[in-house]
Nanobody, 120 residues
């Protein structure tokens, strides 16, 4: 599996961005997927996840109400729509193929990140 994130950039506080993650392979539609981010000097953290069909999503508290994770299995693409961005959202955003078992979320594969910078 190869994952390539794109769509990052520089935006003012209150602005919006949509990140995309293009996946290779014919089995994307069977994967659970997620977005993570890593701010300078901080550990990588979970942002959102989505099941194989898109029917179930889960968000970190920091993302609830502002971020929307979605997928288009016909296009092998994962999305993260972000609105009302804040300077503290500044980070490198990574997509990943993930798994979930008994309340634990793990990562099978990481994609390349895309930089999101929110100016105040």
């Amino acid at each position: 599996v190869q994952l390539q994130a794109s769509g990052g950039g520089l935006v003012q506080a209150g602005g919006s961005l949509r990140l995309s993650c293009a996946a290779s392979g014919r089995t994307f539609s069977s994967y659970m997927m997620g977005w993570f981010r890593q701010a300078p000097g901080k550990e990588r953290e979970f942002v959102a996840s989505i099941n194989w069909s898109g029917g179930s999503t889960y968000y970190a508290d920091s993302a609830k109400g502002r971020f929307t994770i979605s997928r288009d299995n016909a296009k092998n693409t994962l999305y993260l729509q972000m609105i009302n961005l804040k300077p503290e959202d500044t980070a490198i955003y990574y997509c990943a193929k993930v798994w979930s078992r008994r309340g634990t979320l793990g990562v099978n594969y990481w994609g390349q990140g895309t930089q999101v910078t929110v100016s105040s």
